[in-house]
């Protein structure tokens, strides 16, 4: 089975500055999906970003960006230039893509709280 | 194009008794997946509906059970509520449930056992 593991519970970061938010996972497949999801005080989950294993090329979605790390199965999430509006609990996520159709095995998530 | 939507929001019951969850997907998406959420246990996968069909099931008791309707709106049963089913309940979307499709979340449902 797999799993996730976010080992920073909480993080904060001044208004502008840039974030790392750290993810480990481990499974024996070869082909999978990692996800980072934001859920606000509101409690809606929203993807953030996404990553599929064979691509080898970090995916970026405007200030938002990953290092993925096969080899040492590492997904860290990098947020710049952070806005008041990105304090949320922010959950990393894996979700294989063979015959277990749309699970996702999620990590405890990390809380981020922003400074002004 | 409306989002998923849950109802009811927030629900308060006792122990013993039952409760059916009602999760609404997106217009066109056919598979639902549900998801437990608790501050001990984090977010654990219940289980997914694909056409009416149950396709993958999560590590809880058999008191958690669902169905898909020919829509594809879900509901999930628990019965015999215990104080640990306490928990914000996520329902999840997506068009055809492929590893590639993106999944799209509900507001939740909070339930409070007392």
């Known amino acids: 089975a797999q799993t996730v593991t976010q080992s920073q519970p909480e993080m904060s970061v001044q208004e502008a500055e840039t974030v790392t938010l750290s993810c480990t996972y481990d499974?024996?497949?070869?082909?999978?999906?990692l996800f980072w999801y934001k859920q606000p005080p509101s409690r809606q989950m929203i993807l953030v970003i996404r990553?599929?294993?064979?691509?080898?090329q970090n995916a970026t979605e405007n200030r938002f960006s990953v290092n993925f790390q096969k080899a040492a199965k590492s997904f860290s999430l990098k947020i710049s230039d952070s806005q008041l509006g990105d304090a949320a609990m922010y959950f990393c996520?894996?979700?294989?893509?063979?015959?277990?159709?749309?699970?996702?095995?999620f990590g405890e998530g990390t809380q981020l709280t922003v400074n002004p | 194009k409306a989002g998923v939507t849950q109802t009811p929001r927030y629900l308060i019951k006792t122990r013993g008794q039952q409760v059916t969850l009602s999760c609404s997907p997106i217009?066109?998406?056919?598979?639902v997946s549900w998801y437990q959420q608790t501050p001990g246990q984090g977010l654990q996968f219940l289980f997914e509906?694909?056409?009416?069909?149950?396709?993958n099931k999560g590590n809880f008791p058999g008191r958690f059970s669902g169905r898909q309707f020919s829509n594809s709106r879900s509901e999930m049963n628990v019965s015999t509520l215990e104080l640990g089913d306490s928990a914000l309940y996520l329902c999840?979307?997506?068009?055809?449930?492929?590893?590639?499709?993106?999944?799209?979340f509900g507001p939740g449902t909070r339930l409070t056992v007392l």
């Open positions: 999840a979307s997506s068009a055809a449930g492929l590893s590639y499709n993106e999944q799209f």
């Open positions: 499974t024996s497949e070869s082909d999978y999906y």
């Open positions: 990553q599929e294993a064979y691509k080898q």
């Open positions: 996520a894996y979700r294989s893509t063979g015959t277990s159709g749309s699970r996702l095995t």
């Open positions: 217009s066109g998406h056919r598979s």
């Open positions: 509906y694909f056409s009416e069909t149950q396709r």
